[in-house]
């Protein structure tokens, strides 16, 4: 018997709940073969970098927030680097230097963060898998680190914590000996995760040698993060070119070496286990170090309310930072990269003289790299395999489509 | 903190990559003006033996006033030593592609062109728009694109279906409002 099979094509999303988001896909099938994988992005674009161009640099931050909603803080933070290379440093460079402890409460938040996120991407991976169980755990443990969130700015995600010149209050007394316990029994709850998935046969026939991006591939895409680490390269900013306290801690960079979806997500449970250690090692540094958690000066953050009233200069740079943002900028052109959760992420600022805002501020989300090389990564591969292979790139459309 | 190196710099960092490599955080910045010449460097950076690079990123930025309207700047990142190059060019409206070379430099021009306008002639693949809606019109992050926007858009209950619509009142972009608020 003669059949001929037509290709037809097939509209994955936008409000497909394994989508992760708002993600359409257009797949051009052979039967259940994929041959192309288009993806539509843009369905969350707000225009955050033309935003940025619009307020001071004080007003810009919590648009950061807003990028990634999973790992809030991470992206915070390099914007707070890329504002803190904007000064000069030369003149007034004691008041410009980031105390100690600042550091390590950043170095602290970041980490837990990277636990935040992970834990998203493990478990609505494994969710959209086939496995409940894990993501219900999962969702128990965010909450208790979004809980510290709370404790240490007021908002349970979008924080504005990490500020630049510091963070953007110390953290309450309390905190460290919770964050602690939480910390302890996390190892645990790690382990039962893994325990559920990671020799689990129905989870290993789904995820084993599915998408896989060869290292040249994947350099080629520009792909960071998990998605570099997984294919086998040695790639983490955190070591390469360590910022806060990242160079005194002991940890190690988990590498996969295929770079299947199997290999992404041990990469991520073990990246998990590296994070629990550098939090213990902040809670221990932590303890030790007393001290402010702003810098001195008063250009790059608000002073402090009690002086307010006594000093006039503290009222000049209260009015100054509120009105024109951070005031002794310098000509160049800031540039601040950090390992976030998902990957590179980089901040990159353009001032202008007159202006107390943001010529243009461009904002290298790492998921658009990723989303981008999901063509090359389901060619050949079947629906049910798509659906395991964006969950393992770990995609949020807020940062894509910034 | 952004430098512009010199050829000689530049060279050295071809011979030395390792003593470059501590600029990890500040880019090289290299600006190169006549198309050939930044053929033929891209194409060095990609391929040569020691710094065998990889298109990290690729950013626009307009200024209305010059004829050379836009600046691009691809920045190159060679896994192997660690260090980032950016080469910067200024165009009129359209600029060589570059996805012969690189897979990632396919969204990145199709994002420039979507935000900015710039042609990338000799693609080898579809550009199209990427960010924007289906059927949108005009380059959001040029400097004469209002931050409103010309259009709103709502849900029709005659029609069922989203509208556009002008505009109703000419909103003036918050930029403005603050130039007229600071004068």
């Known amino acids: 018997?003669?059949?001929?099979?037509?290709?037809?094509?097939?509209?994955?999303?936008?409000?497909h709940p394994a989508a992760h988001g708002v993600l359409r896909l257009v797949l051009k099938l052979s039967g259940e073969e994929i041959l192309r994988a288009d993806p539509h992005i843009g369905l969350l674009h707000r225009g955050t970098e033309k935003l940025m161009e619009q307020k001071t640099h004080v007003q810009a931050l919590p648009y950061l927030d807003r990028l990634d909603y999973v790992s809030m803080m991470a992206y915070e933070h390099t914007y707070s680097l890329a504002i803190e290379s904007l000064i000069k440093t030369n003149r007034?460079?004691?008041?410009?230097?980031?105390?100690?402890?600042?550091?390590?409460?950043?170095?602290?938040?970041?980490?837990?963060t990277r636990l935040l996120n992970h834990l998203m991407a493990v478990t609505t991976h494994a969710l959209d898998v086939g496995a409940l169980t894990p993501f219900l755990w999962g969702f128990e443990e965010r909450e208790r680190l979004m809980e510290f969130y709370e404790r240490v700015s007021g908002a349970r995600m979008h924080a504005a914590y990490i500020r630049p010149g510091g963070v953007s209050m110390d953290i309450p007394e309390d905190l460290l000996n919770d964050i602690e316990i939480f910390n302890n029994s996390f190892c645990y709850r790690l382990n039962e995760m893994e325990e559920m998935l990671t020799n689990n046969r129905i989870w290993r026939q789904r995820l084993v040698d599915v998408g896989v991006i060869p290292l040249d591939v994947a350099k080629d895409f520009g792909c960071s993060g998990p998605m570099l680490r997984a294919s086998g390269l040695v790639w983490d900013i955190r070591k390469i070119c360590p910022y806060e306290m990242y160079k005194h801690y002991d940890w190690m960079i988990p590498v996969g070496s295929v770079g299947d979806c199997f290999d992404r997500f041990l990469v991520r449970i073990e990246e998990m286990r590296q994070s629990v250690s550098i939090i213990n090692q902040a809670i221990r540094d932590l303890r030790i170090i007393s001290g402010p958690v702003k810098v001195r000066s008063g250009k790059l953050k608000q002073p402090y309310r009690s002086t307010l009233k006594f000093s006039m200069e503290s009222l000049i740079h209260h009015f100054r930072f509120f009105s024109k943002g951070v005031t002794p900028i310098s000509e160049n052109r800031p540039f601040a990269v950090t390992e976030a959760p998902k990957g590179e992420f980089s901040v990159e600022l353009e001032v202008q003289d007159n202006t107390h805002s943001f010529y243009r501020a461009r904002l290298r989300a790492p998921g658009f790299f990723h989303i981008q090389a999901l063509d090359v990564l389901s060619r050949n591969h079947l629906i049910a395999d798509i659906v395991t292979i964006i969950g393992s790139q770990d995609l949020v459309f807020g940062e894509i489509d910034r | 903190m952004d430098k512009r190196c010199t050829r000689l710099e530049l060279t050295f960092s071809f011979l030395f990559p390792r003593l470059v490599s501590s600029i990890f955080f500040s880019p090289f910045t290299l600006l190169v003006?006549?198309?050939?010449?930044?053929?033929?460097?891209?194409?060095?950076l990609k391929h040569s033996f020691l710094v065998k690079s990889f298109l990290n990123d690729f950013t626009a930025m307009d200024h209305p006033y010059l004829i050379r309207r836009f600046e691009l700047k691809y920045q190159l990142l060679s896994y192997l030593f660690s260090n980032r190059f950016s080469l910067q060019r200024r165009v009129s409206s359209r600029a060589y592609s570059v996805d012969n070379l690189f897979e990632s430099a396919n969204w990145l021009e199709r994002e420039i062109w979507d935000m900015f306008g710039v042609i990338f002639v000799k693609n080898t693949k579809e550009i199209r728009r990427i960010l924007t809606d289906y059927g949108f019109q005009g380059f959001p992050l040029r400097k004469d694109f209002p931050v409103t926007g010309f259009f709103q858009v709502r849900y029709s209950e005659k029609k069922k279906r989203l509208i556009y619509f002008p505009?109703?009142?000419?909103?003036?972009?918050?930029?403005?409002?603050?130039n007229v608020d600071n004068a």
């Open chain 2, 33 to 44: 003006d006549k198309a050939d010449e930044f053929k033929n460097l891209i194409y060095i």
């Open chain 1, 92 to 112: 007034l460079y004691n008041r410009m230097v980031l105390p100690i402890r600042a550091k390590v409460i950043r170095t602290l938040f970041l980490e837990l």
């Open chain 1, 1 to 15: 018997m003669d059949f001929s099979v037509k290709n037809f094509t097939l509209n994955f999303g936008p409000q």
């Open chain 2, 167 to 178: 505009l109703k009142v000419a909103e003036l972009s918050l930029r403005t409002a603050r």
